[in-house]
């Protein structure tokens, strides 16, 4: 059934009845402009014809389309206080593709029932977005069900300008829609798929230089020994301890971790409308924040302090779900977009993440460059062949500049 533009119950309290009634007007569907066309036809081709058969065939058709219009006028003018009190809550608020998002439907009375007539069928709906496009429509009976689950759909941060609470006839002639807003916030973050292998990177870290091994804390305490046995490492014999009491004891201080080095790695979503349909530029974001969240998790594991950050948005540093939540929220670009890279400081190394592109516009790369002197690693990712050539020439053209070192990289 094809959806018609909702109406808005929410005004003022002192609105005119005007207005009020405006918001109430059932909207006709496809399927209720061709009935009604129809019924037109039958009533003048039977009278221009005088045959009973079709003037019956057009009443019969007229009292359907008026028994859904008024049926649902009625309704909504019941419902339409008590559906300012509805709304609905997601409790997943994190999930990976493919599983179970669990939501609330929430009324001001509990187990309160909607009044409903023969034929009128009444549904909430969910409807999350994400900025690059992708859409997620949960309907669900609120009568029925006041909690229930949809798959997780693809990556992606995903928000609500309205759910609707619909009211239409089962034949599928009007429908009527109330808009229930929320926050502009996300409601759902569809984390990237955590892949085994990411791309082979050669990552300058900044900061201070990490230690492959760690050691063990300095200590004078004589309860953090224990007494020397044949094939311990000499170098941890307290040889200050051997000058006081004439025997070998080893530190059993606890280990020191290597210290962090710092590491930024930045996924650049701009793609380039001249070999990215919009649909292959979701997925090439994806394949980025897959690579990149691959990357961050294998860092921070070495010991380094990992942030991730995109285009148009901040910089993330924290745990795993943290970083990974973060990579949830780069959406696909044109080159047109105005919105920056964000900057690292001076004693981290930075990693940026992005997709091929023709040289005849300027992106946000080529604005962070140009107001940049740090050491830089770029990796161009590609998963199509056709994209092999735009990549290379991506990854020589930047090359060229002081303190670049791109790459291109064919995603398996």
Known sequence: MRESTALRPREPEDAPFGVFLADMIPVPTTMGVFILILTILAFTAGSIRN??????VGAVFQAALCYCFFTIFVLSCIHRKPVQSVTSRIVTKQADPGTQVEYIFITKKDKEKFFRMPGILIRYELRLYTKDGRYVQHLFDPDCARTGTFPAPERGAYYTRYDEFTLFDASGFFRLAFRIPHDAGPRLLVLPQRIDKPIPANIRSGGRVQRQEPRLLRT?????????????DPRRINWKLYGHLGDLFVREGEPEPPPHSRLLIVVDSQADSALYAAEDARRGTDRLCENALALALLYAERGIDVAVGYIGGGICRGTPLELAGALAHPAALPLSAQEDLPCSSDDEGLLILALPRLPAKTSA??????????????AFLYDDERLAGPATACAERYARKTGIHAQSVRLL
């Open 220 to 232: 004078d305490t004589l309860t953090d020994h224990r007494p020397y046995i044949p094939g311990d």
């Open 365 to 378: 790369l080529d604005r962070l460059f140009e107001k940049t002197l740090q050491e830089t690693d770029v």
């Open 51 to 56: 045959e009973g058969a079709l003037i019956l």
